[in-house]
C-alpha cells in the first residue's frame, strides 16, 4: 500500500527477538496460526526509538541501527540528559526493562576491565568451562577489554571442539544483524554463552544496550 507499518516483535516479552520466521515459529509455537515469511532481518536488532522534545530536539529511549550521529546530521539535538520517563506514564518505549532480550541460558557479559574479583565472578558464573575462562582472561586487560574482534562464545559442540566461537572479525553491523540469530542457535545446545561490550559508538551503542539487559 506504500504506508509505513510498525508493529512489535513477533516473541514473548522479556526473550530474545525473533529475526527469522523460524525463530518466530519456535517461540510462539501453537499461538499463531501462520507466518508471513519475508525473509531474515536485515538489520538484527530493533528500531531506533526516539521522544520528540521540541521541533528539533529528540531524546533516544532506544537505541537501535539509526544512530545519534545520523540524528545529528538531520540537524536534530539529541538531548543525554534527564530521565526520559514522564511521571504518570511508566516506560515510554519497548525495550526499557533493566532484563530484556534473553536467550534461554545464562549469557556472561564481561563489560568490565580485568580485576581480580571479576576474574572470582567469571569462574563461578562460567560453570567450570575452562575454554571460556581462557579466553575471557586472554580478552580483558588491566585497563580495557580487546574490542576488536566482536564475539560470542560457548563452550565446545558434539565434536569436542575446544570452543565454538561466531560473529568473529565482522564489523559491528554484520556483528547486529546476527547477534539475535547466534544467541537463539548457541543456546539450544549450550549451559551457558560468553560475549563482551563492544566499541560503544554508532550501531555498537544499541549493541550493548542489548547484550546489557541480556545479560
Given amino acids: 500500500t506504500?504506508?509505513?507499518?510498525?508493529?512489535?516483535?513477533?516473541?514473548?516479552?522479556?526473550?530474545?527477538?525473533?529475526?527469522?520466521?523460524?525463530?518466530?515459529?519456535?517461540?510462539?509455537?501453537?499461538?499463531?496460526?501462520?507466518?508471513?515469511?519475508?525473509?531474515?532481518?536485515?538489520?538484527?536488532?530493533e528500531s531506533t526509538v526516539v521522544l520528540r522534545e521540541s521541533s528539533?530536539?529528540?531524546?533516544?529511549?532506544?537505541?537501535?541501527?539509526?544512530?545519534?550521529?545520523?540524528?545529528e546530521a538531520?540537524?536534530?539535538?539529541?538531548?543525554?540528559?534527564?530521565m526520559p520517563?514522564?511521571?504518570g506514564r511508566g516506560l515510554l518505549s519497548p525495550g526499557r526493562l533493566p532484563?530484556?532480550?534473553a536467550p534461554s541460558v545464562p549469557l556472561i557479559l564481561v563489560d568490565s576491565p580485568f580485576t581480580p574479583a571479576l576474574l572470582d565472578h567469571l569462574r563461578r558464573f562460567l560453570n567450570g568451562e575452562p575454554s571460556l575462562l581462557r579466553?575471557?582472561?586472554?580478552?580483558?586487560?588491566?585497563?580495557?577489554?580487546?574490542?576488536?574482534?566482536?564475539?560470542?562464545?560457548?563452550?565446545?559442540?558434539a565434536q569436542n571442539e575446544d570452543l565454538?566461537?561466531?560473529?568473529?572479525?565482522?564489523?559491528?553491523?554484520?556483528?547486529?544483524?546476527?547477534?539475535?540469530?547466534?544467541?537463539?542457535?548457541m543456546s539450544r545446545t549450550a549451559s551457558v554463552i560468553l560475549t563482551f561490550s563492544v566499541a560503544d559508538e554508532g550501531i555498537g551503542h544499541a549493541i550493548n544496550d542489548r547484550l546489557r539487559r541480556a545479560a
Fill in 85 to 87: 520517563e514522564i511521571e
Fill in 2 to 45: 506504500g504506508v509505513p507499518l510498525a508493529a512489535p516483535s513477533a516473541n514473548r516479552s522479556g526473550e530474545t527477538s525473533p529475526v527469522t520466521a523460524e525463530m518466530v515459529e519456535a517461540s510462539l509455537e501453537g499461538r499463531i496460526r501462520g507466518v508471513v515469511d519475508g525473509g531474515p532481518c536485515s538489520v538484527g536488532i
Fill in 56 to 71: 528539533r530536539s529528540v531524546r533516544i529511549l532506544r537505541p537501535g541501527a539509526i544512530t545519534e550521529t545520523q540524528l
Fill in 99 to 101: 532484563v530484556h532480550y
Fill in 135 to 157: 579466553i575471557a582472561e586472554q580478552r580483558i586487560a588491566t585497563n580495557s577489554i580487546d574490542r576488536s574482534q566482536p564475539a560470542v562464545l560457548r563452550p565446545g559442540n
Fill in 74 to 82: 538531520l540537524g536534530y539535538t539529541v538531548a543525554r540528559k534527564g
Fill in 164 to 185: 565454538e566461537q561466531s560473529l568473529h572479525r565482522e564489523d559491528l553491523a554484520a556483528f547486529a544483524a546476527r547477534l539475535y540469530r547466534t544467541l537463539d542457535e
